[in-house]
């Protein structure tokens, strides 16, 4: 099998974890020495699979029905470029965003799903204005080492994930 099929085959087993809910599912994709790094201000990097480990119960418990769709996937070598569009609600009514997206160093929640410095208040329905699902579209730029995610560098709008999950008045 070529590298690029290796490298797919584990950007979609990534993605596939991801949606399950299941952190040792999720950590269980990445290296022992995994960097995760966010390039939005209301991200929050990390480094190393036990640290990425502890933040995911935090996250997956404030974002619920965490979905990924994938729009498109691009391969070369060991690298991945993968477009998705993620949807999810927020529970409770205030979320203070810190991480990223969907991984426990994403758009973090209380609880250790991120450590950020924004707070935004969700509207009725499950955080978001209006009370639908919060929509946000991004890219994981993905480094794949022996089958597994070494490296992700995530790419997403917090302005846009703000937005989504202000209150009515604040729009």
């Known amino acids: 099998m070529s590298v690029g099929a290796r490298t797919r085959i ?10 399950t809910g299941d952190p040792d599912r999720i950590a269980a994709c990445v290296t022992e ?4 790094e966010h390039t939005s ?15 995911l119960p935090g996250f997956l418990g404030e974002f619920q029905g965490l979905r990924y769709v994938v729009e498109d996937l691009l391969v070369d070598g060991d690298r ?3 477009a ?3 949807t999810f609600r927020v529970r409770g009514g205030s979320v203070s965003a810190g991480g990223g997206s969907g991984d426990g160093g ?4 209380s609880g250790g799903g991120g450590e950020g410095s924004v707070s ?19 890219v994981f730029r993905l480094r794949v080492v022996d ?11 917090g302005a846009e994930f703000a937005r989504q999950t202000a209150r009515g008045e604040d729009r």
């Open 147 to 157: 089958g597994l995610v070494a490296h992700r560098v995530d790419y997403w709008d």
């Open 84 to 86: 998705y569009t993620m």
């Open 120 to 138: 935004a208040r969700g509207g009725s329905g499950g955080g978001s204005v209006g009370g639908e699902p919060v929509r946000i579209r991004g």
């Open 10 to 19: 584990a950007a979609e087993a990534y993605v596939a974890a991801l949606n």
């Open 80 to 82: 991945a470029a993968l």
């Open 33 to 36: 020495d995994f960097h995760n």
């Open 41 to 55: 201000a209301l991200g929050r990097s990390l480094r190393g699979r036990a640290a990425y480990r502890a933040r």
């Open 106 to 109: 994403s758009v973090g929640a």
